[in-house]
């Protein structure tokens, strides 16, 4: 008697349209001319929410599928969410899903054009394109994507910016003068971070000269906050009763420059960022410009990006 063949497993009715979940289990998203628009860059304001159901079941740890992976901390610091210190913070205290998984290890790794990341429940998506900007931050304006005291932020300047950035470092609110926009938070982090060295320049009005000895501890460093400033360049580059100064910090803390001054009972009464590293300020007050692609790569050289 013939041995009985199992019967195979007929297939699901219903057809596989182009939407059917593919071999990961993921339903492909038909790209609109809105989504092209819209680069969610991921600071907590720039998240898009999803449906759950959207999520993968399984994050994917295996050789093959992680060809395209990085560290998870490298992948929230490149989007600007936080700097890599703080993103290995937040994946320590069970903040970062991936798939729906929550993930506190600092060796993990994910491919944020395959998996869905979450920080705080809200969903990070990569920008289409990296965007760089030179902006001349005016007076009585917050350097911060929002501002709970309802002051004009440098949001407010980048109308007409369709790709959601964010500032590189800062500028206090009475500061003025050149700052970088971006969506690329390695770029930013390369450039705030004092380990890089990338120098900037200010020109500082002040209320009254200061003595070579007070200038020589100014370039050697004063304390603030309980911690010395790093060595920094100073020069005069107009004498009078409020005469102008040139500084040049490889740092940049909060109110840096004001506290140094002041350190030497010198009170800062216009502040200008002129320069970063190569880059000049040449726009005028509230206006911005792309960089330029030689700029860019230069910049991208100098960060070690490549």
Excluded at 74 to 83: C, D, E, F, N
Excluded at 222 to 243: C, D, F, Q, W
């Amino acid at each position: 008697m013939a041995e009985k063949r199992p019967k195979a497993k007929r297939p699901r009715p219903g057809k596989r349209s182009p939407r059917s979940p593919n071999r990961h289990g993921v339903v492909p998203r038909s790209a609109s001319p809105e989504d092209a628009l819209v680069d969610a860059v991921i600071e907590p304001h720039n998240v898009e929410p999803r449906n759950d159901d959207e999520i993968r079941p399984e994050f994917a740890e295996s050789e093959e599928s992680s060809s395209g992976a990085e560290r998870l901390q490298k992948i929230l610091s490149r989007a600007g969410v936080a700097s890599r210190r703080k993103a290995e913070q937040l994946i320590l205290e069970g903040r970062v899903t991936v798939n729906g998984k929550t993930i506190t290890e600092l060796g993990s790794k994910a491919d944020l054009s395959r998996d869905h990341i979450k920080v705080d429940g809200t969903l990070l998506r990569a920008p289409k394109h990296n965007v760089y900007i030179a902006l001349n931050k005016p007076k009585n304006c917050v350097t911060t994507v929002s501002d709970p005291e309802g002051r004009e932020t440098v949001m407010h300047l980048m109308r007409g910016v369709r790709e959601r950035v964010f500032p590189v470092g800062r500028l206090d609110y009475q500061s003025e003068g050149l700052l970088l926009m971006t969506n690329d938070g390695e770029f930013a982090h390369r450039i705030t971070a004092p380990s890089n060295h990338v120098t900037k320049v200010y020109v500082v009005k002040v209320n009254g000269p200061l003595t070579e000895e007070q200038e020589r501890a100014f370039r050697e460093g004063v304390p603030m906050h309980g911690r010395k400033t790093a060595p920094a360049e100073i020069k005069m580059i107009k004498s009078g009763t409020n005469p102008w100064y040139e500084v040049k910090l490889a740092e940049g803390r909060q109110n840096q420059i004001r506290v140094m001054f002041q350190n030497f009972g010198r009170l800062v009464e216009k502040l200008r960022r002129v320069k970063i590293a190569f880059l000049d300020l040449d726009v005028p007050p509230g206006r911005y410009r792309s960089l330029t692609p030689k700029e860019i790569e230069r910049f991208k050289k100098l960060l070690k990006l490549d």
